[in-house]
């Protein structure tokens, strides 16, 4: 018995099955930002872009879809509207504030709006090939720090699938999954 005393106990030796160095961490959590980040954009486009779920089809007059808009900082009101393939259409646009601009690239629309000033563009002819969805109208003269979520939605023929209605979800989701799994293996190593 007092040769097994004298012997020295094995410490059992703590397995590592992962292991993530500097570089990986550093890798996750750019990932982790970028997923952040991109998940408050999508969402704060619809705030301070003053997007509402109401969808406007304007009004028909002599066989033209006409749209009054009005562009303010930092949304347009009304901030959807809906057409169809083949339509014509004339945009109505008053600036109420500042020097503002309303472009839909898909249709070749560009407007400058001067405060007060109101402005038409008629005669846009919605391609009857144009792929049915969602497209984006927006500001496209620099009109402050809220200009990049100056924003509104063209609806030509029936909406389609949008992945920024559910982007801050998944992004919210997936960066709990991440952090639950990182918390989960550091308590693992940790114990």
């Known amino acids: 018995m007092a040769e097994e005393e004298k012997r020295p106990q094995e410490v059992p030796k703590k397995r590592r099955p992962y292991h993530v160095g500097g570089a990986?961490?550093?890798?996750?959590?750019?990932?982790?930002?970028l997923l952040f980040t991109g998940g408050i954009a999508y969402g704060v486009q619809s705030v301070i872009g003053g997007e509402r779920e109401e969808v406007v089809e304007g009004v028909l007059v002599d066989g033209v879809r006409e749209f009054k808009?009005?562009?303010?900082?930092?949304?347009?009101?009304?901030?959807?509207?809906?057409?169809?393939?083949?339509?014509?259409?004339?945009?109505?646009?008053?600036?109420?504030?500042?020097?503002?601009?309303?472009?839909?690239?898909?249709?070749?629309?560009?407007?400058?709006?001067?405060?007060g000033v109101?402005?038409?563009?008629?005669?846009?002819?919605i391609p009857p090939d144009i792929a049915e969805g969602t497209y984006t109208m927006y500001c496209s003269i620099f009109c402050g720090i809220g200009h990049p979520y100056m924003k509104g939605t063209i609806i030509i023929g029936e909406r389609g699938f949008e992945i920024g209605r559910i982007l801050p979800y998944v992004a919210t989701g997936v960066m709990a999954g991440m952090f639950g799994t990182f918390i989960i293996i550091g308590r693992r190593r940790a114990g």
């Open 24 to 33: 990986g961490l550093i890798v996750i959590t750019a990932f982790i930002v």
């Open 69 to 115: 808009i009005s562009a303010s900082q930092w949304y347009f009101e009304p901030a959807v509207i809906k057409v169809n393939p083949g339509d014509t259409v004339k945009f109505i646009i008053t600036s109420g504030d500042i020097m503002h601009g309303f472009a839909i690239n898909e249709l070749g629309v560009n407007l400058a709006l001067s405060p």
């Open 118 to 125: 109101e402005m038409a563009q008629g005669g846009v002819v």
